[in-house]
């Protein structure tokens, strides 16, 4: 049985802090600056006994108009709704503020059970802000740290007081009756094991359409959008499944030059980022069809690459493109001249906002992972070894040939093979790219990174050579 756990308060009175503690990890930015969090991030959590579903929530902004602090507010108000019990967070050093009884007045409109933390408690200075919260009407205050982990036990006490037994009695029934015919199924989240979810990072520069993606592709307003270049921080992980399959879906702050990111918010930003491709199985790089292929989008393909991920060009604002089939062509060829390394990456256009192309992205990542995820029998490997070696011999190197050998893929995820010769080192590269784009060509190994080690065989021979 699991509680749903609206994390909520105005900026800066330690809701990212307390939400990565009951995860246990780092896993939202943690700042000083107010108004870090602008997304509402969901993860599992744990106190004492209690399953936790935790939702971290922007700090609440009393705006209601098309701004960025409204469509935050919107985000706040959506978690509360979907709560089953609401932890309201004030600073106890800076006392009750007239945002937090605005907060109050909106927490008493939802009428949720609710749990009041006045946290950075420890020490003598923040009892003056404990005591002043008694004057909100929602019971005894909680003094707690959710930096140093004080007062937990007491959280946990008032949440399990104030959980629904309508609720408690319900879950319980269903999942009895989950139980009862069918053993539960393995865990999803294990290394390796075939159900898990396809994690698929959304990356690219700053206002790219990032965020419209997958709120268009979720069928939901989940994530902040909006003009604003910038507004994604965390690298917010959801859910979802497509045509019976799992993904997580991750959305990402966008990625400038490296020079210009300097502002250390930004680069806590960038870290998430960087940290999402690495556990990506496939990577799609949204850019501005008008400004596709950039330096910066070249450098991020490279980046994909370099990690070993899948990677899926998608090109938004399809929409506004003038001549789409000539676009289309050019934007093929400059992929093909650029970005050598990242050759068979599908290329598909998308207009979020209207939905048109979504299911073709959804194909080429799935057949993007299936690239990244395949393997070829070593018999397979060596008979077209054998055939692509005798119709384009290795060059001689200072009059002595390189003999290849044998070749067999020691890993997937990207595919990895490792060839045999003799004088591995001395192979040159552009023989290596040869039989690496022949290996694509042969084994349909298009949308992934194909690795090729070369390692000097065992020949009792060579010196006789």
């Known amino acids: 049985m699991t509680i749903k756990l609206a994390i909520v308060g105005r900026p800066n009175v330690g809701k990212s802090t307390l939400f990565n503690r009951l995860a246990g990890k780092k896993l939202a930015i943690v700042d000083d600056t107010p108004g870090v969090t602008r997304d509402r991030r969901e993860a599992k959590g744990r106190l004492g006994d209690l399953d936790l579903a935790l939702i971290d929530t922007a700090g609440f902004e009393n705006a209601t108009d098309a701004s960025l602090e409204a469509r935050m507010r919107a985000q706040t ?23 937090d009884e605005a907060f109050v007045a909106l927490l008493r409109r939802a009428d949720k059970p609710v749990v009041l933390a006045a946290n950075k408690a420890e020490g003598r200075a923040g009892e ?3 005591n002043e919260a008694y004057a909100l009407g929602l019971g005894e205050p909680i003094p707690i740290s959710a930096e140093h982990g004080e007062g937990m036990a007491e959280l946990y006490a008032a949440i399990s007081r104030n959980f629904p037994s309508s609720i408690v009695e319900e879950r319980s029934r269903d999942e009895g009756q989950l139980e009862a015919p069918h053993p539960l199924p393995p865990s999803p989240h294990g290394s390796g094991g075939s159900d898990r979810p396809i994690h698929m990072a959304v990356i690219g520069r700053p206002n790219a359409g990032k965020s419209t993606l997958v709120n268009a592709l979720l069928g939901e307003d989940r994530l902040l959008v909006g003009p604003e270049a910038g507004i994604t921080r965390d690298a917010i992980a959801v859910d979802w499944n497509w045509h019976g399959k799992r993904y997580r879906l991750v959305d990402t702050a966008g990625m400038r ?9 930004e680069k806590l930003s960038v870290g998430e980022t960087l940290h999402a491709i690495r556990f990506a199985d496939v990577c799609v790089l949204v850019m501005d069809a008008a400004e596709a292929f950039e330096r910066q989008d070249l450098a991020i393909a490279d980046l994909v690459v370099r990690e070993g991920r899948a990677l899926v060009f998608a090109l938004a604002k399809w929409d506004k493109v003038a001549d789409p089939r000539a676009h289309f062509e050019e934007m093929k060829l400059v992929a093909k001249e650029k970005l050598p390394q990242a050759r068979g990456a599908p290329l598909v256009t998308i207009s979020a906002l209207s939905g048109v192309g979504l299911d073709r992205l959804m194909q080429a990542v799935q057949e993007a992972r299936e690239d990244w995820t395949a393997r070829v029998k070593t018999k ?86």
Not at 79 to 88: C, E, M, N, P
Not at 417 to 440: G, H, I, Q, T
């Open 77 to 99: 108000e959506a978690a509360i709704a979907q709560a089953d019990v609401i932890l309201l967070m004030i600073d106890a050093r800076a006392g009750v503020t007239p945002a």
């Open 128 to 130: 003056t802000g404990v």
């Open 257 to 265: 030059k490296k020079a210009k990111v300097q502002a250390k918010l």
């Open 380 to 465: 397979d490997l060596n008979d077209w070894l054998h055939a692509v070696v005798a119709r384009n011999p290795p060059p001689a190197v200072r009059g002595k040939r390189v003999k290849p050998r044998y070749l067999t893929q020691i890993k997937a995820r990207p595919p990895t093979f490792v060839l045999l010769c003799s004088r591995a080192d001395d192979m040159p590269e552009s023989y290596k790219r040869y039989l690496v784009n022949a290996l694509r060509d042969a084994f349909d190994l298009h949308a992934a990174p194909v690795r090729l080690i070369v390692r000097q065989g065992a020949n009792p021979f060579a010196d006789a050579e």
